[in-house]
């Protein structure tokens, strides 16, 4: 029997790029890379994910658009229907400045989170960037309050009875939304996940280790990033 590798995808030189290596290890993601994924989008905005996941038809909510949905357009151009979600006002302005006309296309300029209130996202140390986090990641005091909305809540909004492929790229919210997915019959295929930084990498196992028992079986780490894929 071949023995399993780490499937972390390396990057870059410093400290931090070093860490970024070695999450996928401490993590506990110790899958082997297969043949069989596709990375899509540009070098910042992109994803692997299974080929099988691509199928025509195939429904994707991709939370946390920023200022770069190179992923989500390439699974437009593969025949996916797409629902990107982000309710910061420069990524809503971006994606409004695309200019998209696909009806397989939808956007909700809303959060995504475990329950329907209004949510206070704390503003990135650096103005440039777009990103803001429920968590305040970041400990800055510039904020905003912006709606939120469970998965299932989205999937009324979007007439949509089911989610295939889920990515989450929500700034620290993820785990408050990975612990909705039992709310969700049936179960996305594919999940596309950061656990943001800086966190304890034991919320990171835990998180995993939950969705192992779900059916979720991880396969591969890019950075924080990782994609996890369950068994039919």
Not at 28 to 44: A, E, Q, W
Not at 91 to 100: P, Q, R, Y
Not at 127 to 145: A, E, F, R
Request: aromatic share 6%.
């Amino acid at each position: 029997m071949r023995s399993e590798r780490v499937a972390v995808i390396p990057s870059g030189g410093t400290l931090a790029a070093a860490r970024r290596r070695a999450f996928g290890r401490l993590a506990g993601v110790t899958r082997p890379r297969r043949r069989d994924l596709v990375r899509l989008g540009s070098s910042y905005g992109g994803w692997w994910v299974p080929t099988a996941a691509l199928r025509r038809g195939t429904i994707a909510y991709c939370a946390g658009a920023g200022e770069d949905i190179t992923f989500d357009l390439e699974l437009l151009r593969r025949g996916c229907c797409v629902r990107t979600i982000d309710p910061t006002p420069r990524a809503i302005e971006h994606v409004a400045s695309l200019g998209i006309r696909n009806n397989a296309f939808k956007f909700a300029p809303v959060a995504v989170w475990s329950r329907a209130e209004t949510l206070r996202l704390y503003a990135p140390r650096d103005p440039s960037h777009v990103s803001h986090s429920v968590l305040n990641l970041q400990q800055t005091d510039g904020y905003i309050d912006v709606p939120a909305e469970d998965l299932v809540d989205l999937m009324s909004r979007f007439g949509d009875r089911r989610i295939d492929l889920l990515k989450l790229d929500i700034e620290g919210a993820e785990y408050e939304v990975l612990g909705t997915l039992t709310r969700l019959a049936p179960l996305p295929q594919v999940i596309c996940v950061e656990f943001d930084q800086p966190q304890p990498i034991r919320r990171a196992r835990s998180a995993l280790r939950d969705l192992r028992e779900l059916g979720y079986r991880p396969l591969l780490a890019e950075g924080f990033n990782v994609v996890l894929e369950r068994a039919p």
